[in-house]
Nanobody, 115 residues
Framework: QVQLVDSGGGLVHVGGSLRLSCVASGSIFSFSTMGWYRQAPGKQRELVAVITSVGSTNYVDSVKGRFTISRDGAKNTVYLQMNTLKPEDTAVYYC?????????WGQGTQVTVSS
């Protein structure tokens, strides 16, 4: 059974940076699509960035040019580098693994951007 562990969140000032990490257990990481989602208070969870097993990426418009998703197959880890953070980036960030019809979520990590 795959498990995901998110980390790297914290409190940062406007304009600052954070790097989130998500480590996957098991042997299917390399074949999976990995995504970062976020959920702000009172809002629905939204997709932030996704990276396929072959490295293709896509981003929600609000983070393009500021966030970068990447993956390291040797470490079974997906990263989200977040630069030029804004107050509206404040949310709980979750990683998600999808392969065929299956999915798995991390426990979430809080990102708070203060002005």
């Amino acid at each position: 059974q795959v498990q995901l562990v998110d980390s790297g969140g914290g409190l940062v000032h406007v304009g600052g940076s954070l790097r989130l990490s998500c480590v996957a257990s098991g042997s299917i990481f390399s074949f999976s699509t990995m995504g970062w989602y976020r959920q702000a208070p009172g809002k629905q969870r939204e997709l932030v960035a996704v990276i396929t097993s072959v490295g293709s990426t896509n981003y929600v418009d609000s983070v393009k040019g500021r966030f970068t998703i990447s993956r390291d197959g040797a470490k079974n880890t997906v990263y989200l580098q977040m630069n030029t953070l804004k107050p509206e980036d404040t949310a709980v960030y979750y990683c998600r693994l999808t392969i065929f019809a299956n999915e798995c979520w991390g426990q979430g990590t809080q990102v708070t951007v203060s002005s």
